[in-house]
């Protein structure tokens, strides 16, 4: 069973900047997609930055521009490089990955509370 663990939550000042970090337990060369999904208290959970095989990475206008997705091959990782933070950033982030076998995950998400 592939999993994911999240880390670099917590709490921070708006303007301020964090990373967060997704460690896969096999090797993500494997992956087809890796993304950063968030979910706010009370609202659905949307999708924030995605890497894929194919093409430039996506993210959302809500973030674009101040956020940044990259992989780490040799440490396994996907890394979310959070700049220029807001209070409307405050959610608990998740790593979400689809192999080439098919295989969908989740991590069991971070939380970011940033403060005003």
């Known amino acids: 069973q592939v999993q994911l663990v999240e880390s670099g939550g917590g709490l921070v000042q708006a303007g301020g900047s964090l990373m967060l970090s997704c460690a896969a337990s096999?090797?993500?060369?494997?992956?087809?997609?890796m993304a950063w999904y968030r979910q706010a208290p009370g609202e659905q959970r949307e999708l924030v930055a995605r890497?894929?095989?194919?093409?430039?990475?996506y993210y959302s206008d809500s973030i674009k521009g101040r956020f940044t997705i990259s992989r780490d091959n040799a440490k396994d990782t996907i890394n979310l490089q959070m700049n220029s933070v807001k209070p409307e950033d405050t959610a608990v982030y998740y790593c979400?990955?689809?192999?080439?076998?098919?295989?969908?995950?989740w991590g069991q998400g971070t939380l970011l509370i940033v403060s005003s």
């Open positions: 890497w894929t095989r194919i093409g430039s990475p």
């Open positions: 979400h990955a689809g192999d080439t076998s098919g295989g969908n995950y």
């Open positions: 096999q090797n993500i060369e494997s992956f087809n997609f």
